[in-house]
């Protein structure tokens, strides 16, 4: 054969796949999500999520401060309150439990990024994501109203310490409130990282047992995006860069990916995207079963994030990831 062209030739040794590798995986494109409750004491392991673990918040800054040590450079706080009611008091508490975390992990780990999660359905006793009704069991959710709140929770957050402030209520209108309310409160620098098209996922069962966050009734597909939607995706993408968004966010990861690439090419802003619970469940049973080996198969799929677009990668494996790259794993 007289072949001009052989792409082997540029495969046929590591230091030759190195040269020519057109991505490449960094510590710092991890984020580490992480479950605060007051609910427990000390740890309790999440069962449909192996290593992960709600933490009471001596716990919190215990892993924090290790997850840092070990070359994690930001987290994002999920909040797990010990009393719900219908308006999510707990949200916006100044002594909500995610408000005492952040002072704590402020003054404990100074230099860390500190990200929280802005929404209601973890504090509200029905488990969605706003001031909601309910006709004949079937939800219906008050978007104004609710972004009052979502606004307030924000500001609370900043006010604790919150370096990044990420709503994932997905109501209309909340990057536009939040960034005049936060604004107005004096956190003109406080980041917005919209979850900008978030779906209403299959994915997300095991998360809901980690935050304790189920809807009690009813689903939240009147305001999480129908999978199928893609061009409504990028619009929703457009509201939220043109009412103040700094970082946006993809949810979820793997089955997404065709949508990170759209939105960084559209739209150019950093670019984040959550491998979410699902996500993590599937390839920990996986592993467990020895049907696959953790961390090729986890690299590989962070590869993938970072391929299609996306510069920021939320991952359950954050702490292990950065581990793995630090040793030379590509």
């Given at each position: 054969?007289?072949?001009?062209?052989?792409?082997r030739?540029?495969?046929?040794?590591?230091?030759?796949?190195?040269?020519?590798?057109?991505t490449?995986?960094?510590?710092?494109?991890f984020?580490?999500?992480l479950?605060?409750?007051?609910k427990?004491?000390g740890r309790?392991?999440?069962g449909?999520?192996?290593g992960?673990?709600?933490?009471?918040?001596?716990?919190?800054?215990?892993?924090v401060?290790?997850?840092?040590?070990?070359?994690?450079?930001?987290?994002?706080?999920?909040?797990i309150?010990a009393?719900?009611?219908?308006?999510?008091?707990q949200?916006?508490?100044?002594?909500?439990?995610?408000?005492r975390?952040?002072?704590?992990l402020?003054?404990e780990v100074?230099?860390?990024?500190?990200i929280?999660d802005?929404?209601?359905?973890?504090?509200m006793s029905?488990?969605?994501?706003?001031?909601?009704d309910?006709?004949e069991?079937?939800?219906?959710?008050h978007?104004d109203?609710?972004?009052?709140?979502?606004v307030?929770?924000?500001?609370?957050?900043?006010?604790?310490?919150?370096?990044v402030?990420?709503?994932?209520?997905?109501?209309?209108g909340r990057?536009?409130?939040m960034?005049?309310?936060?604004?107005?409160?004096?956190?003109?620098?406080?980041?917005?990282m919209?979850?900008a098209?978030?779906?209403?996922?299959?994915?997300?069962?095991?998360?809901?047992?980690?935050?304790?966050?189920?809807?009690?009734?009813?689903?939240?597909?009147?305001?999480?995006?129908d999978?199928?939607n893609?061009?409504?995706?990028?619009?929703e993408?457009?509201?939220?860069?043109?009412e103040g968004?700094?970082?946006?966010?993809?949810k979820?990861?793997?089955?997404?990916?065709?949508?990170?690439w759209?939105?960084?090419?559209?739209?150019?802003?950093?670019t984040?995207?959550y491998?979410v619970?699902?996500?993590?469940a599937?390839l920990?049973?996986?592993?467990?079963?020895?049907w696959?080996?953790?961390?090729?198969?986890?690299?590989?799929?962070?590869?993938?994030?970072?391929?299609?677009?996306?510069?920021?990668?939320?991952?359950?494996?954050?702490?292990?990831?950065v581990?793995?790259?630090?040793?030379?794993?590509?």
């Open positions: 054969m007289n072949l001009l062209r052989r792409p030739r540029l495969r046929s040794t590591p230091q030759l796949r190195a040269l020519v590798r057109e490449a995986l960094s510590p710092d494109d984020i580490l999500p479950f605060v409750s007051e427990v004491k309790v392991a999440v449909s999520m192996p992960v673990f709600q933490l009471d918040e001596n716990e919190l800054v215990a892993e401060a290790a997850a840092y040590a070990n070359g994690v450079r930001a987290v994002l706080l999920f909040g309150p009393v719900k009611d219908e308006r999510a008091t949200a916006y508490a100044e002594d909500g439990v995610v408000q975390s952040l002072r704590r402020r003054r100074p230099d860390l990024i500190l929280t802005v929404c209601l359905c973890e504090y029905h488990g969605h994501c706003g001031i909601t309910f006709h069991g079937i939800p219906h959710v978007n109203p609710s972004v009052e709140l979502l307030a929770t924000a500001v609370s957050h900043a006010r604790a310490g919150a370096d402030v990420a709503p994932s209520d997905m109501m209309d990057i536009g409130a960034r005049a309310g936060l604004d107005a409160a004096g956190f003109e620098s406080t980041i917005i919209s979850y098209a978030k779906f209403a996922s299959a994915f997300y069962g095991p998360f809901r047992d980690a935050a304790e966050s189920a809807p009690q009734s009813g689903d939240r597909r009147s305001y999480q995006m999978a199928a893609a061009r409504e995706a990028l619009r993408v457009e509201l939220d860069v043109a968004a700094d970082l946006v966010m993809v979820p990861g793997l089955p997404y990916l065709d949508l990170v759209r939105i960084k090419e559209r739209f150019g802003l950093p984040a995207v491998s619970s699902g996500e993590y599937m920990k049973a996986a592993i467990a079963n020895g696959l080996e953790e961390k090729p198969a986890v690299l590989e799929q962070m590869m993938a994030f970072k391929r299609a677009g996306a510069d920021l990668i939320i991952t359950y494996w954050a702490r292990e990831c581990e793995w790259l630090k040793n030379g794993a590509v």
